[in-house]
């Protein structure tokens, strides 16, 4: 399986540590194809290559060779939110994690939408559970 993580990067990165220990799970069930999501060496202010342009040309490759992507949406991220949309748009299945008791109050978008998964957590358990649910039902 080709999982897309998607999470905040020009954001905000006050959840890189948990970004690390999502991707570390997601391991389990396939090769995770936006591992640098977590990197602690990506700013707030943007990745380490070359332009905008070549950011999303790869990161759209990469969605769309992925068979489904699961997004940590608590810090607000319109990156994310398009990936979440494009990957909706495009029939795959879409699991969406965010924490209780946050400062930020979740998109009507992404809280609204039918056509995604969307489980809201308290600690890494919970994450690890709903990640074990969604894609053990989608295999």
Known sequence: MKIYFAGSIRGGREYVELYQKIITYLKKFGTVLTEHVADRGLSKFGENIE???????????????SNVLVAEVTTPSLGVGYEIGRAIENNKPVLCLYKQGSNY???????????????????????????????NGIQ
């Open 51 to 65: 332009n905008d342009i070549s950011i999303h040309t790869r990161d759209m490759e990469w969605l769309y060779l």
């Open 105 to 135: 109050k979740l998109s009507a978008m992404i809280a609204g939408c039918e056509n995604l998964t969307l489980n809201e957590y308290s600690n890494i358990e919970q994450v690890q559970n709903y990640i074990d649910d969604f894609l």
